[in-house]
């Protein structure tokens, strides 16, 4: 085991078998994330990306093979450990944004902080500050309609880093924005990871999020194929 991962897989293999025919989704993926990278998980559509991102994030376990997550084996957690694991621990951009519609930015990005038991004042004060932080204090006080995409995934990213996640996954952040737009996203992450020291993982087949990883890990057929630093 790396003393130094955040999260580590190891030979995870994952099947979903709800269906009339059983999906193997993944086939024995083993990797490391350690603090400060930027690193995409690339590879065609229905390759396994997401089902690794959500296997990294806790959201699913595997079938066979272990995530361990700051050391800790994620099988031996319940339900509802894994629920507190993320909240405290994993930030996530998703690519709906998933927002919730009725809260304002600053609500949004608040929420996280509400459900940490943070209270009001410092609530707040944290979440404007992030808003500010990344440029678009002017958004605080309007709802997901009143904005734009890329105005929402902004604030999805402010709502992924309120509470200084160890880990950000971002599973296809730029698939619902134009390559302008997207751009300016990825700077924004960028941006985080060398000055706040913020670790990403991304999944993504968009060339743009790919061309900016600084490690990259290619998926094929559930399995990885090869990897490359830059
Ligand atoms: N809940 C599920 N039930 C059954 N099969 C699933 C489920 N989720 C994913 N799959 C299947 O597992 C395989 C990998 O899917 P996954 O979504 O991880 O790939 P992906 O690389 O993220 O694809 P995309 O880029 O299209 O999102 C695909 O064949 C997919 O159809």
Redo the contacts with the bound molecule.
């Keep these: 085991m790396n003393p130094n991962a955040i999260v580590q897989a190891e030979q995870v293999t994952k099947i979903?078998d709800?269906?009339a025919v059983p999906?193997q989704?993944l086939r024995g993926v083993s990797l490391t994330i350690e603090p400060g990278e930027f690193t995409v998980i690339a590879?065609?559509?229905?390759?396994?990306?997401?089902?690794?991102l959500n296997l990294l994030g806790a959201l699913d376990v595997p079938t066979e093979g272990r995530v361990f997550f700051e050391g800790q084996d994620l099988s031996t957690l319940s339900r509802r450990e894994r629920a507190r694991l993320r909240l405290y621990k994993i930030g996530f951009v998703f690519q709906a944004y998933n927002l919730i519609p009725v809260l304002t930015a600053l609500e949004n990005v608040e929420f996280v902080l509400l459900l940490q038991g943070v209270p009001e004042r410092e609530r707040r004060s944290r979440a404007l500050e992030v808003l500010e932080q990344l440029g678009i204090g002017e958004l605080a006080h309007k709802r997901p309609h009143e904005m734009s995409g890329g105005q929402q995934q902004r604030v999805a990213v402010a709502r992924a880093v309120v509470s200084r996640p160890r880990l950000v996954l971002a599973d296809?952040p730029t698939a619902n924005l134009d390559s302008a737009t997207g751009a300016r996203l990825l700077d924004l992450m960028e941006q985080l990871n060398r000055e706040q020291g913020v670790t990403f993982v991304f999944?993504s087949?968009d060339p743009q999020v790919i061309e900016r990883g600084r490690r990259l890990l290619w998926?094929h057929d559930?399995q990885i194929e090869r990897e490359e630093q830059r």
Aim: aromatic share 4%; glycine share 24%; charged share 15%.
């Design positions: 979903y709800e269906g999906v989704a590879g065609p559509s229905g390759s396994g990306k997401t089902t690794l296809e999944s087949h998926l559930g």
